[in-house]
Nanobody, 117 residues
Framework: QVQLVESGGGLVQPGGSLRLSCAASGTGISIYIMGWYRQAPKQPRELVEMISPDGKGRYTDSVKGRFTISRDNAKNTVDLQMNSLQPEDTAVYYC???????????WGQGTRVTVSS
């Protein structure tokens, strides 16, 4: 079982930036797809961005050009750089890892991002 701990959430004004970090422990992450999801109030959880073990990314259209995911397999971390934040980005953001063979998911506890003036 992989343990995930997120950090970096908070309150930011529209147009601002935040960087979320997720540290994995319990196993190496090189064979895991890593991703960030978010859940706004009364909304289902949705994929924000994910990155494969070989660095290929996939993102939701609403964050294209604003958010960038990156991973460091040596450090067991995955980060999400969020720029040009908008109120609609307000949500709890969750780190996720999925084993490429078993497809087993592990989730972090979530970190809250609030975009408001």
């Amino acid at each position: 079982q992989v343990q995930l701990v997120e950090s970096g959430g908070g309150l930011v004004q529209p147009g601002g930036s935040l960087r979320l970090s997720c540290a994995a422990s319990g196993t190496g992450i090189s064979i895991y797809i890593m991703g960030w999801y978010r859940q706004a109030p009364k909304q289902p959880r949705e994929l924000v961005e994910m990155i494969s073990p070989d660095g290929k990314g996939r993102y939701t259209d609403s964050v294209k050009g604003r958010f960038t995911i990156s991973r460091d397999n040596a450090k067991n971390t995955v980060d999400l750089q969020m720029n040009s934040l908008q109120p609609e980005d307000t949500a709890v953001y969750y780190c996720n890892v999925r084993h490429v063979v078993t497809q087993r998911d592990s989730w972090g506890q979530g970190t809250r991002v609030t975009v408001s003036s």
